[in-house]
């Protein structure tokens, strides 16, 4: 079955995607106009890349933003060396001592952080006022050089390079560096810097209240050219099908094998973690619900994640493609009800969806609740970008939704101690009622092949998903993907295995014509501050009717569970 028969043409407007902040215009930078170079704010790196040629760095620009206020670029390290070796240098010299440290907030998140001062009386959470960039853009322009690194090649004026000091009631002085040379002018592709442009939200990409006008590339006397956004990789998406849309959870494998719980990925004791408000400013993307960080039960600030993680909230990180061509969606005409009706709806022509008596039907019931369909894990195609249909009444667009459900990561605890080697888990803070969707999971989208040679930490964090692919004209999928939330992901990486698991996964299409997202819906009513689990043997397929079976089935690479479900339903280890 091919997917894609009923292609049209998109709407330019992207108002309809629910889960997108902003559009991100098509950047073309004239390669003649120079723009002034702010700092280096962020790194990102691939770890199983050994020769780290894929570090990229994220530089923020002083005189230059886009409409919606956000003003930095990923650039590859090579594109960094030549245009501004001794920035680079010095955020090197930094980094590797620990001291980089990310610059405040822009403006536009002081609204979540008042949200955050008035989570503070319920968690205790120390709030730090951030200061304004505004405020600290007219600070650099006006103090005096304290500090000057002379470079050969280039002229370097280091204003104020000492890191940002502790929160204090007066607006500390932050970074900035103000450099004269000019840069070579970077090709590459807008369609490739819209793709990083998407795939990296962070805060730092955030829109500020809007300016009364787009910026103006500066004269000739602006000290730097800006170089175009580099590609990720920019090989083109290509046209494949979904040969069968059913996708029985035995195909999602959690792939987890390690020894017991080991404190090197959870963090354990002061100072390994991250602190949690840090972490909840990354994490808030301003479309999504909130998410708080809780430790009630030792002194770890955060749970422990790598310097460079980074929040996504909906997206996969894909260094295989940057561009879909929406062209490729089968789409509807959006005719009024047919989206409730998998016959009358185009989308839906491919879906196996049943209900119980072999009845086709939507995902979704009119509350937006999961309905189940049997046999469970088939796949879903919710209406997408192509549709005509309203993106907000339209019954058939659930997931793709920003997250509506708040969550708290909590540090794990229970009678038993050592329960408590589960590490961090996730919980509600509100009623969830059966079939409601939670969210999807998120992270780098990579090989299966090299998700299997992964070692701890990393391969606890990956989930494979598959869906069955027949079509022989159709190669580009023969590569099988699975998902890594160690190095970027969202709140779901920290989702710990039950045998009697209160959440399950489905997979969902709606932002790719082949790649689903997996989906967690809510498998009975949750009250407050219950944890959010998951069975991992579930999704790894070698669930049997038997307990007594699944005892006596264990691998040899597998993890004691610590779930607590009791005797009578704990299946005592899960693959890890
Ligand atoms: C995807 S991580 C979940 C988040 C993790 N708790 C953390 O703090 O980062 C999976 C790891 O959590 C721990 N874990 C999850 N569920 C567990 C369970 N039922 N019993 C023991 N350890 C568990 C294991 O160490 C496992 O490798």
Not at 105 to 134: C, G, K, M, W
Not at 210 to 215: C, K
Not at 377 to 389: F, K, Q, R, S
């Amino acid at each position: 079955m091919k997917r894609g028969k009923k292609a049209r043409t998109v709407k330019p407007d992207n108002d309809e995607k629910l889960w997108r902040r902003s559009p991100d215009p098509v950047e073309v930078w004239d390669s003649d106009q120079e723009w002034e170079v702010g700092e280096i704010v962020d790194v990102y790196e691939d770890p199983m890349d050994p020769k780290r040629a894929s570090r990229k760095y994220k530089v923020s620009w002083i005189d230059w933003q886009r409409e919606d206020g956000s003003n930095t670029t990923w650039m590859s390290e090579q594109e960094c060396q030549d245009s501004f070796p001794n920035i680079l240098k010095v955020w090197k010299a930094k980094y590797s001592q620990g001291k980089a440290k990310l610059p405040p907030l822009p403006e536009s998140h002081q609204t979540s952080l008042f949200h955050l001062d008035l989570e503070e009386t319920l968690l205790n959470i120390r709030y730090v006022p951030p200061t304004t960039p505004a405020a600290s853009t007219s600070r650099k322009r006006k103090t005096p050089p304290t500090r000057a690194v002379d470079d050969d090649e280039d002229e370097l004026d280091i204003i104020d390079m000492a890191a940002p000091s502790p929160p204090r009631a007066t607006t500390p002085p932050r970074p900035s560096i103000r450099m004269r040379k000019s840069v070579r002018a970077i090709s590459a592709s807008t369609q490739s810097s819209r793709a990083v442009s998407e795939e990296l939200p962070t805060q730092y990409d955030s829109p500020s209240p809007p300016r009364p006008a787009p910026p103006v590339p500066s004269s000739t006397s602006s000290p730097y050219k800006r170089p175009r956004i580099p590609p990720i990789n920019t090989t083109p998406a290509r046209r494949a099908s979904i040969a069968s849309t059913s996708t029985p959870s035995s195909s999602r494998t959690l792939v987890n094998p390690a020894s017991a719980p080991s404190s090197s990925h959870h963090g354990k004791g002061k100072g390994k973690g991250k602190s949690k408000v840090t972490i909840m400013n990354d994490w808030d993307t301003g479309d999504a619900a909130f998410i708080t960080v809780v430790n009630e039960v030792d002194d770890e600030e955060g749970p422990a994640l790598p310097e460079w993680f980074k929040y996504l909230e909906a997206k996969y990180l894909r260094d295989d493609e940057t561009t879909i061509d929406s062209s490729f969606f089968a789409a509807c005409d959006g005719s009024t009800g047919r989206c409730t009706n998998p016959d009358a709806c185009d989308c839906q022509g491919d879906s196996t969806l049943k209900n119980d008596v072999g009845e086709r039907i939507v995902a979704y019931d009119r509350q937006r609740r999961y309905t189940f369909p049997a046999p469970g894990g088939a796949l879903v195609i919710e209406c997408n970008e192509a549709c005509e249909c309203e993106p907000d009444t339209c019954v058939n667009r659930v997931a793709q939704r920003p997250r509506d459900v708040a969550l708290q990561i909590f540090k794990t605890a229970d009678a038993n101690a050592r329960a408590a080697q589960r590490g961090w888990g996730v919980r509600v803070t509100e009623r969830l009622q059966r079939g409601q969707v939670i969210g999807v999971y998120t992270g780098e989208l990579i090989p299966r092949a090299k998700a299997h040679r992964l070692k701890a930490p990393q391969k606890h964090y990956v989930f494979d998903i598959d869906f069955n692919e027949n079509d022989e004209q159709d190669d580009d999928m023969s590569e099988k993907w699975s998902v890594l939330s160690y190095n970027c992901g969202n709140w779901s990486r920290f989702l710990n295995h039950s045998c009697d698991p209160n959440v399950r996964l489905y997979p969902v299409l709606f932002d790719h014509p082949q790649i689903p997202k997996l989906a967690f819906v809510a498998a009975k009513d949750i009250t407050p501050f219950d944890e959010l689990v998951i069975d991992y043997l579930d999704a790894a397929g070698v669930r049997t009717a038997s307990l007594k079976r699944e005892r006596l089935k264990r691998p040899k690479d597998s993890t004691a569970c610590l779930c607590g479900a009791g005797p009578a339903k704990c299946r005592r280890w899960f693959p890890g």
